[in-house]
């Protein structure tokens, strides 16, 4: 039997709820994403673009970034779900990967882009502060 070297500590109910929250917005705002490719995919014309914005790039390609991503996205928050180490790693840089998408998006929808960006700056926070220590004592890993 492996000894462990790490310090044994309480896990902290706060964490595992933040985890399982980031999880489910995860999903939440993966769902959100493909609705919105979507609705760029299905009617071009949906989004207004607005005047002199410096990144300008086809509504119809934006709809499969966000379908693509959308659909990946939630999948990895149910690997955070289910306490997969893959989940965390994963929902990290397609957190990041989002926030850099819907900054890009902002022309489109404004509001809704930088609340996306808000969402998954916030589950990239409660990924990153939740360690393997944790996983192994809450019994999610």
Known sequence: MAQKTYAAREVSGWTVGLV??????????????????????????????????????????????????????GLAGWGVITGALWGRMVGIALAVLSAIVNFFFIP?????????????????????????SEAEQSGTA
């Open 20 to 73: 399982l929250f980031a999880g489910i917005m995860m999903i939440t705002v993966g769902l959100f994403q493909a609705i919105q490719g979507f609705a760029a995919i299905l009617e071009n014309e949906f989004y207004v673009n607005v005047r002199n914005y410096a990144f300008e790039v086809d509504v119809t390609a934006w709809g499969w970034i966000h379908l693509i991503l959308g659909l990946v996205l």
């Open 108 to 132: 489109y929808y404004p509001l809704w882009s930088m609340l996306i960006i808000a969402l998954d700056v916030f589950v990239i926070w409660a990924l990153c502060v939740y360690g393997r």
